[in-house]
């Protein structure tokens, strides 16, 4: 991908992209990078989702744009079902320029347990 040497020469050594979704959507909440040399995944997920000073799109909106569109339609469309019923959430985890990958996802569900009660309504109403 073009637009993974471009951050490089920009000294962009990570990326981290942050999806959360649920009922029937999911989105890609923010895309952030680590510029620490040699940065491995581990450094990546350090990375603060929300810190606007690591903001890929302040850096570059062009290069925004396209990870977001490739994560989603690529990558995060094709993993466990993180978007539909109690969704899901998780971080893909990009090393730039090589761009080898991680992605971390988490799918919610919901836990249901069964109790049975039985009884005679005639004796419930005479204790």
């Keep these: 991908m ?3 040497i471009q951050l490089a020469a920009q000294g962009v050594t990570g990326i981290k992209v942050h999806y959360d979704g649920s009922g029937d959507s999911g989105a890609i909440e923010s895309i952030v990078y680590t510029d620490k040399e ?6 990546i ?5 929300w810190d606007e000073d690591k903001d890929l799109e302040k850096l570059n909106s062009s290069a925004y744009a396209t990870i977001q569109n490739f994560a989603h339609e690529t990558l995060l469309d094709n993993i466990e079902d993180w978007w ?3 969704g899901g959430y998780g971080d893909l985890l990009i090393k730039v320029p090589s761009g080898e990958y991680l992605i971390n996802n988490n799918v919610r569900f919901m836990q ?4 049975t009660h039985e ?3 005639f004796r419930k109403t005479e204790e």
């Excluded at 040699?38 to 450094?43: I, L, R």
């Excluded at 997920?45 to 989702?49: K, N, P």
């Excluded at 249901?112 to 109790?115: A, D, L, P």
């Design 2 to 4: 073009e637009v993974l």
């Design 38 to 43: 040699n940065a491995e995944f581990s450094d």
């Design 45 to 49: 997920d350090l990375v603060i989702s």
């Design 84 to 86: 539909n019923n109690e």
């Design 112 to 115: 249901i347990e069964e109790f």
């Design 119 to 121: 009884g005679n309504l």
